[in-house]
Protein backbone atom coordinates (compact mmCIF):
# COMPACT_ATOMS: atom_id res chain seq x y z
CA UNK A 1 0.00 0.00 0.00
CA UNK A 2 1.02 3.28 -0.30
CA UNK A 3 0.16 6.44 1.51
CA UNK A 4 -0.14 9.63 0.23
CA UNK A 5 4.07 10.76 -0.32
CA UNK A 6 3.96 7.75 -2.15
CA UNK A 7 6.22 5.90 -0.06
CA UNK A 8 5.73 2.23 0.65
CA UNK A 9 3.34 1.29 3.37
CA UNK A 10 4.22 -1.90 5.83
CA UNK A 11 1.42 -3.81 5.61
CA UNK A 12 3.17 -5.45 8.41
CA UNK A 13 0.12 -7.36 10.61
CA UNK A 14 1.48 -5.88 13.41
CA UNK A 15 1.76 -2.00 12.40
CA UNK A 16 -1.92 -2.67 11.80
CA UNK A 17 -2.58 -4.12 15.45
CA UNK A 18 -0.59 -1.49 16.62
CA UNK A 19 -2.98 1.22 14.84
CA UNK A 20 -6.13 -0.22 16.08
CA UNK A 21 -4.87 -0.46 19.29
CA UNK A 22 -4.31 3.22 19.37
CA UNK A 23 -7.68 4.88 17.53
CA UNK A 24 -9.20 4.94 21.31
CA UNK A 25 -6.63 7.15 22.21
CA UNK A 26 -6.61 9.25 18.90
CA UNK A 27 -10.18 9.66 19.58
CA UNK A 28 -9.90 11.25 22.73
CA UNK A 29 -7.20 13.55 22.08
CA UNK A 30 -9.56 15.00 18.63
CA UNK A 31 -12.42 15.25 20.85
CA UNK A 32 -10.50 17.51 23.41
CA UNK A 33 -9.08 19.10 20.68
CA UNK A 34 -12.66 19.93 19.06
CA UNK A 35 -13.54 20.97 23.15
CA UNK A 36 -10.89 23.61 23.17
CA UNK A 37 -10.73 25.19 20.11
CA UNK A 38 -14.55 24.54 19.67
CA UNK A 39 -16.57 24.06 15.96
CA UNK A 40 -19.23 25.78 14.52
CA UNK A 41 -22.23 25.22 16.85
CA UNK A 42 -19.97 25.18 20.21
CA UNK A 43 -17.16 27.02 21.65
CA UNK A 44 -15.74 26.80 25.02
CA UNK A 45 -13.61 29.51 26.48
CA UNK A 46 -9.98 28.80 27.42
CA UNK A 47 -7.73 29.93 29.85
CA UNK A 48 -4.61 28.16 28.99
CA UNK A 49 -2.44 31.38 28.22
CA UNK A 50 -3.41 31.98 32.40
CA UNK A 51 -2.58 28.76 33.46
CA UNK A 52 0.97 29.09 31.36
CA UNK A 53 1.33 32.94 33.36
CA UNK A 54 0.92 31.09 36.61
CA UNK A 55 3.61 28.71 35.81
CA UNK A 56 5.70 31.10 34.90
CA UNK A 57 5.09 34.06 37.79
CA UNK A 58 4.25 31.53 40.61
CA UNK A 59 8.06 30.42 41.62
CA UNK A 60 9.40 33.86 41.38
CA UNK A 61 6.36 34.95 44.14
CA UNK A 62 7.30 31.87 46.13
CA UNK A 63 10.83 32.63 46.03
CA UNK A 64 10.73 35.93 47.12
CA UNK A 65 8.02 34.80 49.82
CA UNK A 66 10.75 32.73 51.16
CA UNK A 67 13.45 35.75 51.10
CA UNK A 68 10.95 37.64 52.80
CA UNK A 69 10.16 35.07 55.30
CA UNK A 70 13.89 34.38 56.12
CA UNK A 71 14.37 38.35 56.48
CA UNK A 72 11.94 38.79 59.53
CA UNK A 73 12.30 36.37 61.41
CA UNK A 74 16.15 37.57 61.46
CA UNK A 75 14.87 41.02 62.75
CA UNK A 76 11.53 40.60 64.28
CA UNK A 77 10.53 38.79 67.28
CA UNK A 78 10.68 35.29 67.41
CA UNK A 79 6.80 34.32 68.06
CA UNK A 80 5.32 37.06 66.32
CA UNK A 81 7.10 37.22 63.21
CA UNK A 82 6.77 32.63 62.94
CA UNK A 83 2.79 33.07 63.47
CA UNK A 84 2.41 35.98 61.47
CA UNK A 85 4.30 34.39 58.03
CA UNK A 86 2.68 31.12 58.95
CA UNK A 87 -0.50 32.88 58.33
CA UNK A 88 0.88 34.59 55.28
CA UNK A 89 1.87 31.85 53.74
CA UNK A 90 -1.15 29.80 53.92
CA UNK A 91 -2.83 33.19 52.52
CA UNK A 92 -0.44 32.48 49.74
CA UNK A 93 -1.29 29.24 49.06
CA UNK A 94 -4.87 29.91 49.21
CA UNK A 95 -4.53 32.43 46.80
CA UNK A 96 -2.51 29.96 44.62
CA UNK A 97 -5.04 27.02 44.71
CA UNK A 98 -8.01 29.31 43.83
CA UNK A 99 -6.23 30.95 40.67
CA UNK A 100 -5.74 27.31 39.86
CA UNK A 101 -9.45 25.89 40.78
CA UNK A 102 -11.00 28.56 38.89
CA UNK A 103 -8.98 28.08 36.05
CA UNK A 104 -9.64 24.08 35.58
CA UNK A 105 -13.00 23.84 36.89
CA UNK A 106 -14.82 26.70 36.02
CA UNK A 107 -16.33 25.68 32.34
CA UNK A 108 -17.71 28.31 29.95
CA UNK A 109 -19.56 26.53 26.91
CA UNK A 110 -21.07 29.22 24.22
CA UNK A 111 -23.40 26.81 22.02
CA UNK A 112 -26.97 28.09 20.03
CA UNK A 113 -29.01 27.97 22.54
CA UNK A 114 -26.97 30.81 25.07
CA UNK A 115 -24.26 30.15 27.55
CA UNK A 116 -23.95 27.95 29.97
CA UNK A 117 -21.80 28.08 33.13
CA UNK A 118 -20.13 25.42 35.33
CA UNK A 119 -18.19 25.95 38.25
CA UNK A 120 -18.01 23.24 41.45
CA UNK A 121 -21.71 21.45 41.17
CA UNK A 122 -23.33 24.32 39.95
CA UNK A 123 -24.82 25.17 36.74
CA UNK A 124 -26.67 28.20 35.17
CA UNK A 125 -27.74 29.25 31.67
CA UNK A 126 -27.41 32.75 30.02
CA UNK A 127 -29.61 33.45 26.85
CA UNK A 128 -28.40 36.23 24.40
CA UNK A 129 -31.71 37.53 24.55
CA UNK A 130 -30.71 38.63 27.88
CA UNK A 131 -27.10 40.13 27.55
CA UNK A 132 -27.17 44.07 26.19
CA UNK A 133 -23.88 44.60 26.51
CA UNK A 134 -20.25 42.48 26.02
CA UNK A 135 -17.46 44.35 27.63
CA UNK A 136 -13.41 43.26 27.41
CA UNK A 137 -10.95 44.72 29.72
CA UNK A 138 -7.63 44.52 28.42
CA UNK A 139 -7.87 43.48 25.35
CA UNK A 140 -4.72 43.19 23.71
CA UNK A 141 -3.48 41.12 26.16
CA UNK A 142 -2.35 37.48 25.97
CA UNK A 143 -5.67 37.11 28.50
CA UNK A 144 -8.66 39.09 29.88
CA UNK A 145 -11.81 39.86 31.46
CA UNK A 146 -15.41 39.34 29.97
CA UNK A 147 -17.98 41.61 31.54
CA UNK A 148 -21.90 40.82 29.93
CA UNK A 149 -23.88 43.00 31.16
CA UNK A 150 -27.76 42.20 30.84
CA UNK A 151 -31.15 41.94 32.58
CA UNK A 152 -30.53 39.62 35.34
CA UNK A 153 -27.14 41.70 36.50
CA UNK A 154 -23.48 41.39 35.33
CA UNK A 155 -21.65 38.25 35.13
CA UNK A 156 -18.07 38.61 34.81
CA UNK A 157 -15.65 35.96 33.38
CA UNK A 158 -11.91 36.25 34.22
CA UNK A 159 -8.50 35.14 32.57
CA UNK A 160 -10.64 34.33 29.25
CA UNK A 161 -8.14 33.88 25.82
CA UNK A 162 -9.09 35.20 22.61
CA UNK A 163 -11.85 37.61 24.43
CA UNK A 164 -12.23 39.41 20.96
CA UNK A 165 -13.13 35.70 19.30
CA UNK A 166 -16.03 34.95 22.00
CA UNK A 167 -17.22 38.71 22.06
CA UNK A 168 -17.58 38.77 18.17
CA UNK A 169 -19.61 34.74 18.49
CA UNK A 170 -21.91 36.29 21.69
CA UNK A 171 -22.34 39.68 19.24
CA UNK A 172 -23.08 37.14 16.09
CA UNK A 173 -25.41 34.88 18.11
CA UNK A 174 -27.19 37.96 19.80
CA UNK A 175 -28.11 39.39 16.11
CA UNK A 176 -29.33 35.79 15.06
CA UNK A 177 -31.43 35.57 18.12
CA UNK A 178 -33.10 39.07 17.34
CA UNK A 179 -33.67 38.03 13.55
CA UNK A 180 -35.92 35.06 14.69
CA UNK A 181 -37.52 37.21 17.01
CA UNK A 182 -38.68 39.49 14.01
CA UNK A 183 -39.22 36.61 11.46
Not at 12 to 30: H, L, M, S
Not at 158 to 167: L, Q, T
Amino acid sequence: MRNSIGKERATNPDNTRQEKENYPFRQIANKSIRRIMGNEKTLTLSREKHLDHMVRVVPFIVFCYAVQCFIITKIGPGDFSTISLTILGGFLALMIAGFITYDVKHRVVLDDSGINIHFLGTTKLISYDEIWMVEINEPDQSFSTIKLHGNKGKTTFYFVDESDKIKRWIEDHQTKSHLKEAA
